[in-house]
């Protein structure tokens, strides 16, 4: 089989995995980090079909959205392979979609050159007018609150605080997405990011201003 073949199998397997998807992590999501990641992949000359391939597969073994992550993983090696999918490029995008999470960053798992590709670009769609409206989506669909003036930033989080912990939208902006700018792997995603992150501080400065009645 063909890559774009392949590509395009990849594409209808992440639309069903995603398709009922409301916290962020929809088909929309995925086709905008698969663009920012070709467009890095591009200029960092790294793998583009190992860039395209993680960056549409990235979400689908992701425990926000499957029930096991194990049994979902299991599932998407068997269906690269019945795609033709090399061994190798199998293990390739498994070793970028498995270690490229937020959550893990601390535990600083080496990634390959299109892993910190897609990580980028991934990130990037997290930060940002995007990004702001992904965690507003992502809260409703949690029902975490907007905002607590009487809560703070919670600090050196273990992946389950991070995720399971009380927080709320406006908490997770520190928690974070005001850490993705430092947190990039590529010169050119480290360009992208700046106007991104310079976009979040501008939002949070009109939003206290909003929220204490001053603007």
């Known amino acids: 089989m063909k890559q774009q073949e392949q590509l395009k199998a990849m594409e209808q397997y992440a639309k069903r995995v995603l398709s009922a998807d409301t ?18 992949a591009k200029a960092e000359g790294a793998d583009l079909f190992i860039c395209e391939a993680a960056a549409l597969l990235h979400d689908v073994i992701d425990d926000k959205i499957v029930k096991d992550p194990i ?7 068997e269906f690269l392979i019945s795609i033709e999918v090399t061994p190798e490029q199998v293990e390739a995008i498994e070793l970028i979609i498995t270690r490229m999470s937020f959550k893990n960053h601390k535990e600083q798992q080496e990634l ?12 990037l769609d997290a930060i940002g007018a995007i990004g ?17 003036p009487e809560m703070k930033p919670r600090e050196e989080l273990t992946p389950e605080e991070y995720r399971n912990g009380e927080s709320t939208a406006i908490m997770h902006f520190y928690e974070k997405l005001l850490k993705l700018k430092d947190l990039m792997n590529t010169k050119y995603g480290n360009e992208l990011a700046k106007g991104r992150h310079e976009f979040l501080e501008t939002y949070l400065e009109q939003f206290y201003a909003e929220w204490d009645g001053k603007r």
């Open 71 to 77: 049994v979902a993983l299991k599932e998407l090696k």
């Open 132 to 148: 702001i409206a992904r965690v507003m989506c992502y809260s409703g669909s949690t029902g975490r609150p907007m905002h607590n």
């Open 112 to 123: 390959s050159l299109e892993g910190k590709v897609v990580q980028d670009a991934d990130r």
């Open 23 to 40: 916290t962020g992590h929809d088909w929309s999501h995925i086709k905008r980090v698969v663009n920012t990641a070709k467009t890095i």
